[in-house]
């Protein structure tokens, strides 16, 4: 059974920078899937932040692509998420996920504070 | 980027009765289209992919149609499990979704 796990910091200064991390069980992240970041503040509806894939080529959401960048690793079997210049704005639930849009797996979600 | 617009905002309905969900895209999606079930505290459920395409496990009461920019998705007779937030997905381009449509209990 595949499995995704969100783990970080749930509280991140103003202005500072957001890493998260999805470790992947019961699956290869060098398998040929797309690997993406989804975030839904408070509330609010689900965004797509980015995706990559297996051999390392990324899409960025348009309007957060020059805070973005995503990466794999493959001997930890995780990939991660890092956001720059944090604005209260970016305080969400953010979700890692296997193939958004098609037959695949959703990890449960971790809540990221953007606070002073 | 393509906007997907979902209508209605909230549907309020009685157990057994038949839910139509609607999705309309600002440019041609195709038939990249899917729809995801959303509950308090969970993430997203894959319900339908590719605009009709049941996700595996998901009962046959729910089916989708469309094609293009008008997507719909149907709940042939809702069950109390089905009361929850409905969102529709395209990957044509970027990845966007709908801002969803809460199916509440009357």
């Known amino acids: 059974q595949v499995q995704l796990r969100e783990s970080g910091p749930g509280l991140v200064t103003p202005s500072g920078t957001l890493s998260l991390t999805c470790d992947v069980s019961?699956?290869?992240?060098?398998?040929?899937?797309?690997w993406s970041w989804v975030r839904q503040p408070p509330g609010k509806g689900l965004e797509c932040i980015g995706e990559?894939?297996?051999?390392?080529?990324?899409k960025y959401s348009p309007t957060l692509k020059s805070r973005i960048t995503m990466s794999v690793d493959k001997s930890r079997n995780q990939f991660s998420l890092i956001v720059t210049s944090v604005t209260a704005a970016d305080t969400a639930v953010y979700y890692c996920?296997?193939?958004?849009?098609?037959?695949?797996?959703w990890g449960q979600g971790t809540l990221v504070t953007v606070s002073s | 980027e393509i906007v997907l617009t979902q209508s209605p905002g909230t549907l309020s309905l009685s157990p057994g009765e038949r839910a139509t969900l609607s999705c309309r895209a600002s440019?041609?999606?195709?038939?990249?289209l899917s729809w995801y079930q959303q509950k308090p505290g969970q993430a997203p459920r894959l319900l339908i992919y590719?605009?009709?395409n049941r996700a595996t496990g998901i009962p046959a009461r729910f089916s989708g149609s469309g094609s293009g920019t008008d997507f719909t998705l149907t709940i042939s007779s809702l069950e109390p499990e089905d009361f929850a937030v409905y969102y529709c997905?395209?990957?044509?381009?970027?990845?966007?979704f709908g801002g969803g449509t809460r199916v509440e209990i009357k």
């Open positions: 996920a296997r193939d958004v849009g098609r037959e695949g797996f």
């Open positions: 019961g699956a290869s992240i060098s398998s040929p899937h797309w």
């Open positions: 990559i894939y297996h051999t390392g080529d990324t």
């Open positions: 440019q041609n999606v195709g038939t990249y």
């Open positions: 590719d605009t009709s």
């Open positions: 997905h395209q990957r044509r381009t970027w990845l966007t």
